[in-house]
């Protein structure tokens, strides 16, 4: 079994250390799974343990080992809950796995013993590590949309108009004398890179940025990511995983639209990637947006030669996420920055922050670019309580 999943997105076997004893509970006890704390009923664990670890913004299907957990929202007037898948069903939301204080401590995420799946055979040979998600059904939240649309027709990704290697006008010439047998790799000559976006958990990776880097730290915003990129006289906007066409109705063209700086900066950067966050999309997240507003806040450039801008050149370029700390990296002092409101409008509640390291070319053995995301507990409590 591999993990080609990020981390954020997996449910993992994980081996559980000694516990902590709840300072406030003398039923309850607290283990700690990489970054994160979860409460425990005291006697459900021992150290040494092997147990499935759900991790925040994950969503559990409707399934009997789950039942505790959507069952309450299932109930129908006489209180049966039946058939097969289970009926009535509860939406995703209610099957959301977040952050809660149990007498005041936070439980991030959920455990359970392997004994709650005994029909399971992956999870009951299942070794530390490994990723069960796809066999439990779990999945990962993408979030409750309200107000603008993210729907819309979609179109082809952007293509370069000519080849930019040697080897590619080989293929070009003879695709145009007529050898079909080189149209396969002329398409991939032609294909322009615009990859997806994705930023890694903090707490999966708690020991990654050493004390004392330079970081900058920006603000995580609740919308829809998006990108936008100018391209042999076309202009593509889209999500993070489809490109939106130009008579779409949806939030992507919309912002583009409303806001005529990004073409701008598009058009006299050509092939230049703009990835940012658009609002509002989000229930409850407008961030000082009118009725019928949309912006969309840059959090990084991946320039034309393929390389992603310093985090200083992003904040300066554009309408860059809102900038909360640059320094030396203090674990203490960015953790009093994840909760709070919106730096833009004072009011929001802000989702957490993004720590990324100022050196462009630190690296990490499987994780690429030194740049995590570290979401409020606070955030995520309030999103479970919805």
């Known amino acids: 079994m591999t993990n080609s999943k990020p981390l954020s997105h997996q449910t993992n076997i994980v081996r559980l250390g000694e516990p902590r004893k709840h300072p406030n509970a003398d039923s309850l006890e607290l283990f700690d799974v990489g970054g994160y704390q979860c409460v425990t009923k005291i ?84 070794n530390e590590g490994e990723d069960v998600s796809d066999e439990l059904g779990i999945t990962h939240y993408e979030g409750d949309k309200e107000g603008e649309s993210t729907e819309g027709n979609t179109v082809g990704k952007p293509k370069r108009k000519y080849p930019h290697s040697i080897r590619g006008w080989v293929y070009f010439v003879l695709y145009r004398l007529g050898f079909k047998g080189a149209r396969k790799n002329l398409y991939e000559e032609l294909a322009f890179p615009a990859p997806e976006y994705d930023v890694a958990n903090f707490k999966n990776y708690k020991n990654v940025i050493k004390d004392g880097e330079i970081v900058f730290v920006t603000e995580k915003i609740h919308g829809s990511q998006g990108r936008y990129v100018f391209r042999d006289g076309r202009m593509f906007a889209g999500s993070s995983g489809k490109w939106r ?137 309030k999103e479970g309580n919805r």
């Open 43 to 126: 006697g459900t664990f021992k150290a040494g343990d092997l147990a499935v670890y759900i991790q925040p913004d994950s969503v559990v299907p409707q399934t009997e080992p789950f039942r505790f957990i959507w069952g309450p929202y299932a109930e129908t007037e006489k209180g049966i809950v039946s058939g097969e898948p289970f009926t009535p069903a509860v939406g995703e939301n209610r099957r959301r796995i977040t952050c809660k204080r149990l007498r005041k401590e936070y439980s991030e995420g959920l455990l359970m013993p392997l004994s709650d799946f005994p029909d399971n055979f992956v999870v009951q040979t299942a």
């Open 245 to 381: 066409a130009e008579d779409s109705p949806c939030v992507w063209r919309k912002a583009l639209k409303q806001n005529p700086w990004i073409e701008e900066w598009c058009r006299a950067n050509e092939g230049a990637i703009l990835y940012g966050e658009v609002v509002p999309t989000q229930k409850g997240y407008t961030y000082g947006c009118q009725s019928g507003e949309v912006k969309f806040y840059v959090f990084d450039i991946r320039n034309a030669t393929g390389e992603y801008m310093p985090k200083q050149d992003v904040l300066c370029n554009t309408l860059p996420v809102p900038l909360l700390y640059r320094g030396p990296f203090n674990r203490e002092v960015i953790a009093k920055l994840v909760d709070g409101v919106s730096a833009i409008d004072g009011k929001t509640q802000r989702e957490g922050v993004v720590v990324t390291v100022a050196d462009p070319a630190r690296w990490e053995r499987g994780l690429g670019r030194v740049h995590l995301k570290w979401k409020s507990n606070a955030f995520l409590e």
